[in-house]
T-cell receptor
Framework: GAVVSQHPSWVICKSGTSVKIECRSLDFQATTMFWYRQFPKQSLMLMATSNEGSKATYEQGVEKDKFLINHASLTLSTLTVTSAHPEDSSFYIC?????????????FGEGSRLTVL | SQKIEQNSEALNIQEGKTATLTCNYTNYSPAYLQWYRQDPGRGPVFLLLIRENEKEKRKERLKVTFDTTLKQSLFHITASQPADSATYLCALRIGRGSTLGRLYFGRGTQLTVWP
């Protein structure tokens, strides 16, 4: 199957700083990627849909200015958590799918665990 | 409000038995439903997809059923093995159009298969 890579896999930062997470599709082009957040023992919550070359579409309740998404190329989307606070500590996962139909499955990255002190 | 519920948080079964996991949803009309496996600290891995006009899908030891009247999907693992121990997530694709779209996930059921 297609491979999606995330970096970093874990990051610890101080409150008030910004953190960037990268999501790359390694062997396919992804015009659309999705960003999810998962708290312990909770479901994956869709945060936003990242579209190559255009603005991201955010889910209701997700702050656009807090979670900046940039999808500058067909293989890279980035999520920047700005002015991070302890409540932003979570597991962030990106995903992408193969366009043009098929099974409609999404390929997920390994996730990035953010801890804000 | 819209909800996706997976029957239980945890399911423990003996090796060789069939594990049955349930996914119920309300206030959705999904175009299709998917099941994923997630291991601790890892991203989900796709297992099976079933469309709204399909009743059943199989893949090796896995079987999925989809009842749009009951708004329920059942996920079966036959001849379960300890290696099947993981959290299983159901996900719904809402809306029509391209098969590539936003998925909404249930909380997952943590399956433990003991020898």
């Amino acid at each position: 199957g297609a491979v999606v890579s995330q970096h970093p896999s874990w990051v610890i930062c101080k409150s008030g700083t910004s953190v960037k997470i990268e999501c790359r599709s390694l062997d396919f082009q992804a015009t659309t990627m999705f960003w999810y957040r998962q708290f312990p023992k909770q479901s994956l919550m869709l945060m936003a849909t990242s579209n190559e070359g255009s603005k991201a579409t955010y889910e209701q309740g997700v702050e656009k200015d807090k979670f900046l998404i940039n999808h500058a190329s067909l293989t890279l989307s980035t999520l920047t958590v700005t002015s991070a606070h302890p409540e932003d500590s979570s597991f962030y996962i990106c995903s992408a799918g193969l366009a043009g139909g098929g099974t409609g499955e999404l390929f997920f990255g390994e996730g990035s665990r953010l801890t804000v002190l | 409000s819209q909800k996706i519920e997976q029957n239980s948080e945890a399911l423990n079964i003996q090796e060789g038995k069939t594990a049955t996991l349930t996914c119920n949803y309300t206030n959705y009309s999904p175009a299709y439903l998917q099941w994923y496996r997630q291991d601790p600290g890892r991203g989900p891995v796709f297992l099976l997809l079933i469309r709204e006009n399909e009743k059943e899908k199989r893949k090796e030891r896995l079987k999925v059923t989809f009842d749009t009247t009951l708004k329920q999907s059942l996920f079966h693992i036959t001849a379960s093995q300890p290696a099947d121990s993981a959290t299983y997530l159901c996900a719904l694709r809402i809306g029509r159009g391209s098969t590539l779209g936003r998925l909404y996930f249930g909380r997952g059921t943590q399956l433990t298969v003991w020898p």
